[in-house]
């Protein structure tokens, strides 16, 4: 697809090797049609990685998309040259006056910490309390999502003994959702976390509809009825290697981890692994930009102010 980001940010490159068609700002700016407009609060550390992760992800549909990056601005982020930040990111006073077609909140390392003891939870809350009004559909993801589900539904999450990682089987539940055309009866996705909302807390609520679920990894994800909001509780958009790299750091950093269940071959950290949930990654941010996103949005970004 013709995706529209800076052309010098460091995806761009990464995506072109790729073959992956990355369209110049000069080229979108000669096409006569309304792009969708898509934010992206990036909440991970690693935020390069983060940004290429997702953006190679939303890159196969025939829609034009203006990407913008989302930084909080109660918080610094340590692992993040500044320059790229200055650069690449905007902040939430520079487009609280604008709407969107898309938003994806992110992941972040924050799983053990009470929701209000996270640095920026109080800006994170303004942005999803405006998402109301200002986004059509926000796609939460890992730690977004239970972060999500707190504050829209007061659902808490709740610590695992162990964390849970590894590539995990499910079963969808809603086999009719647009959000799962072109899967296969059971799918594999990546899941990185240390805490859970286990299933009859998101069955408490009549406005959340279970999507998928894991015998082992639990609940894939939930959304609202309406389609606005959803909420995933895995990483479909992970690299390869982005377990065994967070298995390396955990390590290194002594916490015992267990090694990431069905991941490594005969569970050998030093055999490659075998990828076995690209596909569905692949079909999962495809069908939500084109069923809830694209085929629903209104053609004036203005109307999105009065759909709640």
């Known amino acids: 697809m013709p995706i529209r980001i800076p052309d010098s940010l460091p995806a761009t490159s990464v995506l072109e090797g790729e073959n992956i068609f990355v369209m110049t700002e000069h080229r979108a700016l000669h096409q006569d049609i309304r792009p969708l407009n898509l934010l992206i609060l990036n909440l991970m550390p690693t935020k ?19 990407v913008q990056l989302l930084q909080t601005s109660s918080y610094t ?41 996270v640095d920026y939870w ?3 809350c303004a942005i999803m309390q405006w998402s109301r009004t200002h986004v059509h559909s926000t796609l939460h993801i890992c730690w977004g999502a239970q972060a999500g589900l707190y ?52 069955q408490a609520i ?17 959304k ?5 909001r959803l909420f995933i509780f895995a990483h479909p958009e992970y690299d390869p ?3 065994a790299r967070e298995y390396a750091r955990d390590v290194q950093r002594g916490l015992d981890p267990d090694v990431p269940a069905h991941y490594f071959p005969e569970d050998d950290p030093t055999r490659p692994p075998i ?13 939500w930009l084109n069923y809830y996103v694209y085929q629903t949005t209104p053609y004036d970004p203005r109307e999105i102010s009065n759909e709640t």
Do not use: C
Not at 95 to 114: C, F, H, K, W
Not at 167 to 189: K, M, N, Q
Not at 207 to 222: H, I, R, T, W, Y
């Open 275 to 287: 990828v076995n949930w690209r596909s569905s990654g692949q079909l999962l941010y495809t069908n």
């Open 224 to 228: 609202s009825r309406d389609n606005r």
């Open 77 to 117: 982020p340590q692992n993040t040259d500044q320059q790229h930040l200055n650069a690449f990111y905007t902040t939430f006073d520079q487009i609280r006056s604008q709407q969107y077609d898309g938003m994806i909140i992110t992941g972040a390392p924050v799983e053990n910490l009470e929701f209000e003891s």
């Open 151 to 202: 504050y829209h539904y007061g659902v808490d999450k709740r610590t695992l003994p162990r964390k849970l990682s590894g590539i995990f089987e499910h079963e969808i539940v809603r086999r009719h959702s647009p959000l799962f055309r072109g899967f296969d009866d059971r799918f594999y996705a990546p899941h990185s976390r240390y805490t859970e909302i286990p299933l009859e807390r998101l």
């Open 48 to 66: 390069i990685v983060t940004e290429t992760q997702l953006l190679r992800k939303l890159s196969n549909t025939p829609l034009q998309i203006n």
């Open 122 to 124: 109080e800006e994170l």
């Open 206 to 222: 009549d406005d959340l509809e279970v999507l998928a679920l894991s015998p082992e990894a639990g609940v894939f994800g939930v």
């Open 241 to 243: 290697d982005t377990l």
